[in-house]
């Protein structure tokens, strides 16, 4: 399949500097003036083995019935329709203005992938407008500066992610549902015997693997597909994990990186606890290696029909996990029976439940609104008189949900409050049992520089 870059951006933001830069070519003509571009431009890329087409567009101005700017936007629009990847350009000397936070809204709802760019990041004049390219809400921005060459490494490593990510995809016209993007990939692991293969079966509704009372029966990570409520799914069924201890064989080694392997490709990590046992450290051990990879996760009671106190076993697996679990509270518990098809009705549902919330976005306005509220509510504690100040948050990714929150002096922010931040992050904005990342940087000084201004213009 053929990639399609548009770079898209308000007038003067340096589109047609970094399209000759993409391109290799002086072929778009480069202006001070605003508004020199106005036919979309194409020219042929390289990065790397792959080739891809790159559009340069219009600046974005809104403009209505058949006037010039409204003939524009229009051709801009039909580029953005065509691309794969969008680079939003952004001038970051000028900082994030109206115009670029309605065009940010309008890219958000695009099918494609958004690689956000904040131009002219040459020296300091640029560092403010780049924290601030933040609150548009499509990730973390890329400081180039395209007249200089500077950043182009960068952005050649986004764009190369996104072309490869774009030409193993298999989209089309109805591009966006989640059959397009692949099957949801669902690893089923667990301790040897715990019945993974036997709960596989019965999702198939066929003697699909090889199952039996002796431990260890399972060596490959073997997928097999199955279609549920119109969604495609791959079931990875993997080697029982033991302590690492305890593996000594070779050929037990190579089928448990065999295992690690599947829980790194997956979306979703089902844990697999045999129910008459109960959890013990090394599921605990499995649950957190999934959530460390973060992955969606969630814990599968199997062998349920040999349980006597069904609820009282709920309790203690929900406590043991609330103490040892941390990272993944409310992590979803679903009791099966693989042998009997008791409950499994309850599974797929909720493997579809927590694949939503591991893919969740939350927007950057309520964001903000929910960090100056928790904030004021319980402010982080003084070290050595001062209190970290935070800035504002934006989510920067989802799978899994990652928050990049700006503060003045990162190193002060204690794992103990950030770890409150998180369960008021997930109470909040109903984020249960996802993993969730929190990344702390350090934003500008928003009063540097401005004294010195002040007095050189009362001089002038």
């Not at 494609?112 to 403010?128: D, P």
């Not at 609104?369 to 928790?374: A, G, I, Q, S």
Request: glycine share 10%.
């Amino acid at each position: 399949m053929s990639t399609t870059l548009a770079i898209v951006g308000r007038p003067n933001v340096g589109k047609s500097t970094l399209f000759n830069r993409l391109v290799g070519k002086r072929l778009a003509i480069v202006d001070d003036t605003p508004g020199v571009t106005r036919d979309r431009r194409e020219g042929e890329a390289r990065l790397g083995s792959w080739k891809f087409k790159v559009i340069d567009t219009a600046g974005l101005e809104e403009g209505k019935g058949a006037s010039l700017e409204a003939r524009m936007w229009r051709q801009t629009e039909r580029a953005v329709d065509e691309a794969n990847v969008v680079l939003m350009l952004i001038d970051a000397r000028a900082g994030v203005t109206p115009v670029d936070r309605h065009f940010a809204d309008l890219l958000r709802r695009h099918r494609g992938r958004v690689i956000l760019v904040a131009n002219k990041c040459e020296g300091k004049a640029g560092e403010t407008g780049f924290y601030d390219a933040y609150s548009l809400g499509l990730g973390e921005p890329v400081a180039i500066s395209a007249e200089h060459a500077e950043g182009m490494t960068d952005l050649h490593d986004r764009i190369g992610e996104a072309v490869t990510l774009s030409a193993a995809s298999d989209t089309d016209a109805e591009a966006g549902s989640p059959s397009d993007v692949g099957p949801l990939k669902l690893a089923i692991v667990g301790r040897p015997n715990v019945g993974k293969s036997t709960l596989v079966n019965r999702l198939m509704g066929a003697d699909r693997l090889l199952t039996g009372p002796e431990p260890g029966i399972t060596r490959d990570a073997v997928a097999v597909r199955l279609e549920a409520d119109g969604r495609e799914i791959e079931l990875v069924d993997t080697a029982g994990l033991r302590r690492r201890a305890r593996v000594t064989d070779r050929l037990e080694r190579l089928s448990v990186n065999d295992t690690l392997n599947a829980i790194r490709l997956a979306e979703v990590v089902a844990v697999v606890v045999d129910g008459a046992i109960g959890m013990e450290k090394q599921d605990l051990g499995i649950a957190s290696m999934a959530v460390e990879e973060g992955r969606a996760t969630l814990i599968v009671v199997n062998k349920w029909d040999l349980v006597d106190d069904g609820r009282g076993t709920m309790a203690r697996l929900r406590e043991r996990l609330g103490d040892s679990l941390p990272q993944a509270k409310g992590i979803e518990i679903v009791p099966v029976s693989a042998l009997t098809g008791k409950r499994l009705e309850n599974l797929l549902p909720a493997v579809f439940s927590v694949h939503e919330v591991w893919n969740r976005r939350v927007m950057t306005g309520p964001l903000n609104r929910w960090l100056n509220e928790t904030v004021d509510h319980h402010p982080p504690p003084a070290v050595r008189r001062h209190r970290p100040r935070f800035r504002y948050v934006t989510q920067a990714k989802a799978r899994p949900p990652t928050f990049v929150l700006f503060v003045s002096r990162p190193e002060a922010v204690g794992e103990t409050y950030l770890r409150y931040l998180e369960n008021e992050l997930r109470a909040t904005f109903d984020l249960p049992g996802t993993p969730i990342r929190m990344r702390l940087r350090k934003g500008p000084n928003p009063y540097a520089g401005k004294g010195r201004r002040r007095r050189k213009g009362r001089g002038s």
